[in-house]
């Protein structure tokens, strides 16, 4: 069992129970991502999925430089692909999906919120698979993606923790997240990286 | 996952078995994630609350099927798209295709038809467009109506162009179509070489031998049983040495035919038949 911080008095989720976690950013992403990606532990149990929106057309670097700066293994997935323990980065252009068979889906329908891959695509389609088993993190970003997919995470009984507006880069994001989904946690990035050490710590039986 | 089906994935169940026993199109074999989406994202347009009450026009009102069918398989491509795709092409197959004294192509799921045009256009500029025929084909009536048509929008032909270009394109993408009323029509030289036609991965059979099929990002929708389908048609298609090109994220590598094929340009995911 976790201890929250202090200030909010909420309920963190019991670790065991903790089957995968996703995160999305936007605008300040990197840095942000730079902050917790780092504390997931190299022989964590669970994967960690991330959508990060980058300017369209450029190729994906984020393997490259995320490994160099993580613990865990660092993999961009592909189609159809079985789910694993580590940190997996959705690719350029292509909507991320979790598939009821614990595979990687793809698609490329058409962007939302001017995105793709678009974080609720991503969290939206791993809530249905996961249910209560799922903790969403919102950071930093300048755009609405994220609020729904977050809800989604919420109405099927998951966790939900968002980067303090007040802190982040660009606020919009974490703010219409906060807005739409009532997180349990609201918290800063130190705070979001020591809970995401946990949650993806290796479980004692 | 849910120990019990929930009653959205039920009635997504039921509603893709009417379909199949009404209209013939099997959707029964596709990824479920973006499936469930695209119903989502068409359940308000049809003035639906739930995918049962859907379920219940369609049955009633069947022409409310083509309308629907536009949300279910709707892509969005470009020419040329991921230029490097072409440009492998170009490269590392052309030069081999030469020795062919004829040529056929296949573009499994075309939709709009701008991965077609961009295949005839680069055979066209290798002087190989004469001895090839395309087929061109998808199962959507409405799309491929598109294809056939050949004209796009104005503003899309800039994006074409740098990607035409990307790809090794050697002469203006200007060559190859004409402009009037916003729309960039493709020459009829290039679409006097393409066969339109109906098509089902889920459903038909290998129709003709090919040197080269080209299918992307239309395996991704697709779950693995009706992804072993598609790639069996494939192989049977291809004579030994073809070409198959799929998208960046599809791979053979969990596919049981994968010992029929060698990876080719691994990054541009070219396999050859072996």
Known sequence: MLSAPKSYGVVVPRVPAVKAVCIGASAGGIEALTAVLPSVPADTPIPVFVVIHLPPGRSSRLVELFASRCQARVREPLDKEPIGPGIWFAAPDYHLLVESDFTFGFSVDEPVHFSRPAIDMLFTSAADVYGEGLVGIVLTGASQDGADGARAIRDAGGFVIVQDPMTALASTMPAAAVGRATPQIVTTLPEIALLLRDVARARES | ?274
């Not at chain 2, 993408?173 to 070489?193: H, V």
């Open chain 2, 1 to 274: 996952m849910n120990p019990a089906a929930s009653a959205l994935d039920i009635e997504i169940r039921l509603l893709l078995e009417a379909i199949y026993l009404r209209f013939h199109h099997d959707f029964r074999s596709y990824s479920m994630a973006s499936l469930k989406r695209r119903i989502a994202v068409a359940l308000p347009r049809f003035g639906c609350e739930t995918v049962s009450a859907l379920q219940a026009k369609l049955l009633h009102e069947p022409d409310t099927f083509n309308a629907l069918l536009q949300y279910l398989t709707v892509q969005v491509s470009d020419m040329f798209r991921d230029p490097s795709y072409f440009r492998a092409f170009r490269e590392k197959i052309v030069p081999d295709l030469r020795t062919y004294p004829s040529l056929k192509l296949w573009v499994a799921g075309c939709s709009t038809g701008e991965e077609v045009y961009s295949f005839a256009i680069i055979l066209d500029e290798e002087g190989l467009l004469d001895r090839t025929l395309i087929y061109a084909t998808d199962i959507n009536p409405e799309a491929l109506q598109k294809a056939e048509a050949g004209v796009y929008a104005v503003e899309r032909l800039s994006a074409f162009e740098e990607n035409h270009r990307l790809a090794g394109g050697k002469r203006p993408l200007a060559a190859y179509c004409t402009t009037a009323y916003g729309g960039a029509a493709l020459s009829r030289s290039l679409r006097a070489k393409v066969v339109f036609s109906d098509h089902s991965l889920a459903t038909d059979n290998v129709f003709a031998e090919v040197q080269v099929v080209s299918c992307r990002n239309v395996l991704i929708y697709f779950a693995r049983a009706l992804q072993d389908r598609a790639v069996g048609l494939f192989k049977e298609a291809l004579p030994r040495r073809g070409f198959l090109g799929l998208g960046s994220k599809e791979t053979l590598q969990f596919s049981p035919h994968m010992h029929a094929f060698e990876e080719h340009v691994r990054d541009d995911r070219w396999y050859r038949r072996c």
